[in-house]
């Protein structure tokens, strides 16, 4: 049954949730990354820009305009401090009126010459690296002129591109030790989603075969849904249950009054009538009338069987006395057959608890078992005893035994025995008793008696 | 035969057309027949050539064409005719840095992570593997009955104390001929303004001004001068056990340290054999070698008064033409007095 519901089980939710938490988390740690880099990056290079700027303009402002030309004073310190970074390869160039008069002459220009003091930057290639440029322009009096003058500083960005590596790889370790992180949580949360399902589950299959009553288990909102449901299919399952019992109960109350009436006319009628063919016939009619309303009476047993233990109403019952009282009741039936039925055990009360009417009715169901199978003159007992906290009561009679039938057999309804022809019985009669022991918590064991007959054992929890 | 003699002339001559620079020595070491790397530098072959042997000896299949030639020239070599040398050494710290800078430098491993300092080397590219003090070297015999001068105070309260024994006496690098000399110039002036009343004395005393190291060893040796400032130590050093009457000072205000520094040319045709030259020299071992004759770069730490120029773009602002005109015309006009 179970491979069967497992065979339609489409995809793991936990094993989707789980990849699409780890999707996330990847997506964040990529994410990560490239934020940090590029973060970084331009950190990294408005520093840079700053320095260099810084440069640009210092050497721009040493410039001095003379009577013959223009005095330049380049500073040491401005250079040695450039390459301190990065160890970067640095270019320059100075024009004067657009013409070059110290530097490297091809270093490249802006596309527009910057017109403040403030340095105006851009990136170019030369000499086979890229360069970042910075550009100052300014103008000076030379010779009681006015000329213009450009100062170009030109760094390669190699001390930049190793601090941003070096970042990088740490956002990328960053970003990899989260994603790393990120396995186990989403593994953990999606359990943790999960295992309430799994409890209810639990729960529901814990369930003994007959207890239909509504799912109450704690479980999340998102459940709801499907605990109603569950609910609903059982509350109409045990309606139908229900519906079907009474039904039954029904039928056998209503044919079993109007058999009696039968039964009583035709005993009536075979003590007026004369003939014998007749007083055959008649009884056996009443043989057939006896056999159906003990059918019917069973098959109400079965339904109140039914119907109780799917609502117990649980009691103390002194196993004893109720013995005694069924002995009581069935004297005349054992008298008329010439049995000698009589009970065995201490006369303290071995308390059990459950449905009196239940077990009553189980130990009805076996003593007439006993009764109905026995030859005449021979001997039922109703032993009562206790083994590891349970109640015995076991029923011995010295029958035709079970003649090779096995317990589960013998226990489904309407099932009898392969020995039983000549006697009247329903096959509810064990049914009955099987179901009882289960409602109770109890066990019911048929076992065959040496030298004949048998043992019905019914135990059930000592109070 | 005669076609063959013209052939190996114009053979000849095409090969000394590809050395379009000047050079001065040039020595082959290792096996006749051995596969040659070519080394080009400034440093004299006498001094470097424990270091190239230490080098050969565990590489017998290996030859080795060492060429000298001035740093101006070795610069020029490199940046103007790209001749493929494997490996490039030079003691002309600014020209060296202007060439990496420029992009004529190819990366390089270092293997031995130990040896160079951070002032020392820049990026992959150039790398210091000796550190040189720039000393005063003194004639016992002239300085006879006065005391050694100890900074460029004493130097120049002594030239002024003695005009008469040292006029015509002082010897110095001349920087519009030598690289080095303009180098050491440069760097004196950023250290302090006495520089410039030095040159002020010296000019006054009428000093001579020198290409080279070499040949203001030989004067002083010869007694033709008093006192020579601004000599590369380690020329100094080799000379000194042979020549009793020299003593090598270093100023104690401070004493300049060039670096030594090479690298493998960006064009270089074995530059795993230039790399390998440069690594053995770094190595503790090729340094243990140069200990004698190359300083080792160590020392800086212990003695006090030495300043490493720091390989770093400063170098690159003396080598301004406008700064480097108005540098020598200072230096002229301190030099000639009227």
Same mark, same amino acid.
């Given at each position: ?9 489409? $995809? ?16 964040? $740690? ?32 040493? +410039? ?7 005095? @330049? ?22 024009? @004067? ?78 970003? %990899? ?34 207890? %239909? ?23 109409? +399952?045990?309606?139908?249950?229900? #519906? ?22 035709? *005993? ?13 016939? +008649? ?7 006896? *056999? ?26 002194? +196993? ?50 006993? @009764? ?13 005893? #206790? ?42 009669? %064990?049914? @009955?008793?099987?179901?009882? $022991? ?23 929890? #000592?109070? | 035969?005669?076609?063959?003699? &013209? ?44 270091? &190239? ?8 299949? &290996? ?5 000298? =030639? ?48 951070? /002032?020392?080397? /820049? ?37 002024? !104390? ?36 030095? =040159? ?21 040796? !010869? ?12 020329? =100094? ?102």
């Amino acid at each position: 049954m179970k491979h069967d519901i497992a065979g339609v089980f489409g $995809a793991s939710l936990r094993r989707k949730m789980v990849l699409q938490l780890l999707v996330v988390a990847a997506c964040l $740690a990529v994410l990560l990354y490239f934020t940090i880099r590029s973060t970084a990056d331009q950190a990294a290079e408005a520093t840079q820009d700053a320095i260099l700027g810084a440069a640009t303009t210092s050497i721009a402002e040493q +410039l001095r305009g003379t009577e013959d030309g223009v005095e @330049i004073d380049l500073a040491y310190a401005t250079f040695s401090m450039l390459g301190a970074i990065g160890q970067d390869r640095l270019f320059y160039r100075i024009d @004067i009126s657009g013409e070059t008069v110290t530097g490297y002459d091809d270093l490249p220009l802006p596309d527009d010459p910057p017109t403040s003091l403030a340095a105006s930057f851009y990136t170019r290639d030369y000499l086979d690296a890229e360069l970042r440029i910075a550009a100052v322009a300014r103008s000076m009096v030379v010779a009681g002129r006015s000329v213009p003058v450009l100062v170009l500083v030109g760094q390669t960005r190699m001390g930049q591109a190793v601090i941003a590596d070096r970042l990088a790889n740490r956002a990328a370790l960053l970003g %990899l030790g989260f994603f790393v992180l990120a396995v186990p949580l989403s593994l953990l949360s999606a359990g943790s989603v999960f295992n309430p399902i799994n409890r209810l589950a639990e729960a529901v299959g814990r369930r003994g075969p007959r207890d %239909l009553r509504p799912v109450r288990h704690p479980a999340p909102r998102e459940l709801a849904p499907l605990i109603g449901a569950l609910n609903g299919f059982v509350a109409r +399952l045990r309606g139908a249950l229900a #519906q079907t019992e009474t039904f039954i109960a029904e039928a056998a109350h209503h044919i079993r009054t109007p058999l009696s009436t039968v039964r009583t006319q035709a *005993e009536i009628a075979l003590r007026q009538s004369e003939s014998e063919e007749t007083r055959t016939r +008649l009884r056996a009619i009443i043989r057939a009338v006896e *056999e159906s309303a003990r059918s019917a009476s069973q098959l109400l047993d079965h339904a109140m069987v039914l119907y109780r233990s799917d609502q117990l109403e649980a009691e103390d019952v002194d +196993l004893v006395e109720l013995a005694r009282h069924v002995a009581r009741a069935f004297g005349p039936t054992a008298e008329l057959k010439e049995l000698s039925l009589h009970l065995q055990g201490d006369d303290a009360p071995l308390m059990t608890r459950g449905d009196r009417l239940l077990i009553e009715s189980a130990l009805r169901n076996l003593v007439d078992n006993a @009764i109905k199978y026995s030859p005449p003159e021979s001997e039922v007992v109703i032993a009562l005893s #206790q083994a590891a906290g349970m109640a015995v009561v076991e029923v011995r009679d010295q029958g035709r035994g079970l003649s090779g039938a096995t317990m589960p057999q013998l226990a489904a309804r309407f099932s009898r025995g392969g020995n039983v022809a000549d006697v009247v019985g329903s096959g509810l009669g %064990l049914t @009955i008793v099987t179901e009882v $022991a289960a409602a109770l918590g109890g066990a019911f064991r048929l076992t065959p008696r040496d030298g004949g007959g048998t043992c019905a054992s019914l135990s059930l929890p #000592q109070r | 035969m005669r076609q063959l003699v &013209i052939a190996t002339a114009l053979i000849l001559g095409l090969a000394q057309a590809a050395l379009g620079f000047e050079i001065e020595d040039e020595r082959r070491f290792g096996p006749e027949t051995a596969p040659e790397f070519s080394v080009l530098s400034t440093t004299d072959t006498a001094i470097f050539a424990p270091i &190239i042997q230490a080098f050969l000896a565990d590489r017998p299949g &290996i030859a080795l064409r060492y060429v000298v =030639a001035s740093s101006q020239e070795v610069f020029r070599a490199i940046r103007e005719e790209q001749a493929p040398f494997d490996l490039v050494i030079s003691s002309a710290m600014d020209l060296q840095m202007k060439l990496a800078n420029d992009g004529f430098a190819g990366p390089f491993t270092l293997e031995f992570a130990t040896s160079v300092p951070e /002032w020392a080397h /820049w990026r992959d590219r150039l790398f210091g593997f000796a550190l040189e003090p720039v000393v005063l070297l003194a004639s016992r015999k002239a300085m006879a009955g006065l005391e050694m001068p100890r900074t460029r105070r004493d130097l120049i309260d002594l030239l002024r !104390a003695n005009p008469e024994r040292f006029n015509g006496r002082i010897a110095t690098y001349d920087p519009h001929v030598s690289g080095a000399g303009y180098l050491f110039a440069t760097q004196d002036a950023r250290q302090t303004d006495a520089f410039w009343r030095l =040159a002020e004395v010296m000019g006054r005393l009428n000093a001579r001004l020198y290409c080279c190291s070499g040949e203001m060893i030989n004067d002083l040796e !010869a007694g033709k001068i008093a006192l020579a400032y601004n000599v590369v130590g380690s020329y =100094a050093a080799t000379r000194l056990p042979q020549a009793p009457d020299i003593e090598m000072i270093e100023l104690e205000d401070f004493t300049v340290a060039l670096l030594r520094t090479g690298f493998v040319p960006r064009n270089a045709k074995s530059a795993a054999l230039g790399a390998e030259l440069l690594n053995f020299m770094l190595s503790p071992e090729g340094q243990a070698v140069g200990g004698g004759v190359v300083p080792p770069l160590d020392q800086a730490a212990l003695r006090p008064h030495l300043r490493p120029i720091r390989l770093d773009p400063g170098l690159l602002v003396y080598l301004d033409r406008i700064k480097r005109m108005n540098f020598l015309g200072e230096w002229d006009a301190a030099m000639t007095q009227p």
